[in-house]
């Protein structure tokens, strides 16, 4: 079997360190031995010459021949140099034989290479392939360093040359002017002149006004009256509207407009929206104003009052977490009102603003928003849509989410109404959104000066749409301004009349065509 490589690396390794230990002995013998020559030669006696010179002649001492002729004279090795050198050569000698053996025998002595079994072999294998990919790893690691250096340089220098450009151009650029501040849409009413409190609330109260867009509002003609006076009768809402009050044809669903518990169209055409809707004998003459009162069902004192004070044509949602949800829209219908359902939907940052386990969420999964959302139109009630949830953002951030569900809504022969007035939350089709929604602001010079401004528009266009959260304050603003429109012996022709809902889309539909 052939070595390893880390046998035979193993094996040159000890030849190695045993020449350099015969190397290191050889000079250490050599250095002793001459030392000791150094030491006996330097101790030896010198030998003594001295000169005779009154008996040596002159011409012995200088021999004036040229060098060339000159004999050679011998010269003599003292016997104790000669003995001395003799001794270092044979010392010299036995030193390299020993160095020589000594070789022999840590060569003869290495021990062969052991052969290698085959789980060492496959241990080493492993270990070389482990070696060999850490190694990779690491110029990988290195390689996406130098990248990440090169993007960052490259980053680096994109910003430099943009902010020099900015510098360039603003040295160059006319100075703009800062864009006005946006006014707040309304201003709290106010005094214009603050006297005593006993004046406030004895005076007429021309004192009090609306800023709208900066611009002021003309107030309504209710509120030209004392302070005292114009508090809110909430003995209104505590009457019945008995006259005129006929219920409507359809009080349940009808078994052909439901399938797999979900509102469907029949095979005839009729859609829920045409069947469970509050019938308009014909055209009206003038304009007219339709209006959705939303958030019922949660509070029972202020459901049962709008169901039982509000006229026939005012329409209304209910949420789908009444507890008596049913039992509200049968009521409501059996007066005359038509009903929807209230759709909720994420109006703020979720969880500090839940919608509830009903409640269409960004974020949620798209089939888990579509499973609540089939939850709320599995109701077994008669309804001739839903209405989106008030100041919800879903369909800001979900807009095609949304869609589909608008979609799914209107393929079932239902109607979808807008949880906003604002023209920047996005508009789909089919989907009806409100002229007027009054569901801020609730104090009663606002919600009155919102109703003026619907009407305004329905003179303007023909009809308008307002869509108006129930409280108790909004529900005895909402029928004193319908009671001002209301015909008299004075003025038997009324400026606008009231019509449902359902009416209002369909009017906007065949305009849209």
Do not use: C
């Amino acid at each position: 079997m052939t070595p390893s490589a880390f046998a035979i690396e193993k094996k040159q390794a000890d030849a190695r360190k045993a020449f350099y230990a015969v190397a290191v002995l050889a000079a250490l013998s050599f250095s002793v031995a001459a030392a000791g020559v150094y030491w006996s030669f330097f101790n030896s006696p010198a030998p003594a010459v001295s000169f005779d010179l009154e008996r040596v002649k002159t011409t012995e001492l200088i021999n004036p021949q040229p060098p060339e002729q000159k004999a050679a004279e011998p010269v003599e090795t003292p016997a104790e140099t000669a003995e001395l050198i003799q001794q270092i050569e044979e010392h010299k000698k036995s030193v390299d034989a020993t160095a020589e053996s000594l070789k022999k025998k840590v060569e003869s002595s290495a021990p062969a290479p052991a052969p290698e079994s085959a789980e060492v072999a496959g241990l080493h294998r492993e270990q070389a392939a482990a070696a060999e990919q850490k190694i990779a790893e690491i110029a990988a690691l290195a390689q996406e360093r130098d990248v990440k250096q090169r993007q960052k340089e490259i980053s680096a220098a994109a910003e430099a040359h943009e902010e020099s450009a900015k510098n360039e151009f603003s040295a160059y650029a006319p100075a703009v002017a800062e864009p006005p501040k946006k006014k707040a849409k309304y201003t709290i009413p106010t005094l214009i002149k603050k006297s005593d409190l006993k004046n406030a609330l004895t005076k007429p109260s021309a004192g009090f006004y609306l800023h709208e867009n900066g611009e002021r509002l003309p107030l309504p003609e209710l509120v030209h009256t004392t302070l005292v006076e114009s508090l809110p009768n909430f003995g209104l809402i505590k009457q019945k509207d008995v006259k005129g009050v006929l219920p409507l044809q359809v009080i349940q669903p009808l078994a052909d407009l439901r399938k797999d518990g979900l509102p469907v169209k029949a095979g005839n055409g009729l859609t829920p929206a045409k069947a469970y809707a509050a019938s308009v004998s014909e055209k009206p003459a003038v304009p007219y104003i339709s209006v959705l009162l939303s958030g019922l069902g949660r509070r029972k004192n202020v459901t049962e009052s709008a169901v039982a004070s509000m006229p026939a044509a005012v329409s209304m949602s209910f949420s789908p977490y009444a507890p008596r949800l049913k039992e509200y829209i049968e009521s409501a219908r059996k007066a005359g009102h038509e009903t929807l359902l209230d759709m909720p939907m994420q109006h703020g940052t979720f969880p500090e603003t839940d919608p509830g386990p009903l409640g269409l969420v960004v974020g949620l999964p798209e089939h888990e928003n579509h499973k609540r959302l089939r939850k709320v139109l599995g109701t077994n009630a008669a309804f001739i849509g839903l209405a989106a949830q008030r100041n919800q953002n879903f369909s800001y951030y979900a807009a095609a989410e949304m869609k589909k569900f608008v979609e799914e809504i209107d393929s079932r022969g239902l109607i979808m109404i807008a949880g906003s007035d604002e023209s920047d939350m996005p508009a789909f089709e089919k989907t009806v959104r409100p002229d007027v929604y009054i569901a801020d602001d609730l104090y009663r010079a606002a919600i009155k000066a919102r109703l003026e401004k619907a009407l305004k528009q329905a003179q303007k266009d023909g009809r308008a749409f307002v869509r108006i959260e129930a409280y108790p304050v909004t529900m005895v603003a909402l029928l004193e301004f319908m009671k001002s429109l209301a015909p008299t012996e004075e003025n038997p022709e009324p400026k606008v009349v009231f019509a449902p809902v359902s009416y209002y889309a369909q009017q906007t539909a065949e305009a849209e065509k």
